[in-house]
């Protein structure tokens, strides 16, 4: 079945560095969303991908799509502290309703 | 809009008692997923329902069962409950495919 893979699993900054996750799925994807969430807190949605090659930015973050639609990468220029949280990827394949989410990321980032 | 709601938020149950755990969508939204959260697993699908039909549905034991309403809210219940299912189950909405989701608060669920 579908699969997405996200690395890495967890990452240690220190502010003002950057950081980078990317994620990379076993199918072709309709197209993939990207979640952060908070330390007890739940997913809160970011941006949707979808047309290949695909590339948004949201101030310091750029998200990217693969030209094969089946990766996709999320980075941040110069975090901060209020970047900290879990960065989750989810795609839907082109055959089916079901989104798959990637592991996620741990983000730390240290002041 | 009201975002999606979630009861309860807290829960605690014993191994072997059953759960039922409430979701309601955003106002248009007809898509309504249900994810389990923990700490090992991350979030893994448990099933979508779409004008009351489940749509797709994740690798859960049948003990995980749910339901959606005509007005797009959604239940969800698991019967005979185990130690392992201690966990967060997120509900998300979306308008009609579930791609862009808006999770509630979610339901957190200690079984004792």
């Known amino acids: 079945g579908q699969q997405v893979m996200q690395i890495p699993q967890y990452q240690h900054v220190q502010e003002g560095e950057d950081f980078t996750t990317y994620c990379n799925s076993s199918?072709?994807?309709?197209?993939i969303q990207w979640y952060k969430q908070r330390p007890g807190g739940h997913p809160v949605f970011l941006i949707q991908l979808v047309k290949s090659g695909e590339v948004k930015k949201q101030k310091r973050l750029t998200f990217q799509f693969g030209e094969a639609k089946k990766n996709s990468s999320l980075h941040i220029t110069a975090t901060q502290t209020t970047d900290v949280g879990t960065y989750f990827c989810?795609?839907?394949?082109?055959?089916?309703?079901?989104?798959?989410f990637g592991a996620g990321t741990r983000l730390f980032v240290k002041a | 809009k009201a975002g999606v709601t979630q009861t309860p938020r807290y829960l605690i149950k014993t191994r072997g008692q059953q759960v039922t755990l409430s979701c309601s969508p955003i106002?248009?939204?007809?898509?309504v997923s249900w994810y389990q959260q923990t700490p090992g697993q991350g979030l893994q699908f448990l099933f979508e329902?779409?004008?009351?039909?489940?749509?797709n549905k994740g690798n859960f034991p049948g003990r995980f069962s749910g339901r959606q309403f005509s007005n797009s809210r959604s239940e969800m219940n698991v019967s005979t409950l185990e130690l392992g299912d201690s966990a967060l189950y997120l509900c998300a909405s979306s308008l009609n495919k579930p791609e862009t989701q808006y999770f509630g608060p979610g339901t957190r669920l200690l079984v004792l």
């Open positions: 106002s248009g939204h007809r898509s």
């Open positions: 199918t072709t994807l309709s197209n």
């Open positions: 329902y779409f004008s009351e039909t489940q749509r």
């Open positions: 989810a795609g839907r394949d082109t055959g089916g309703f079901k989104t798959i």
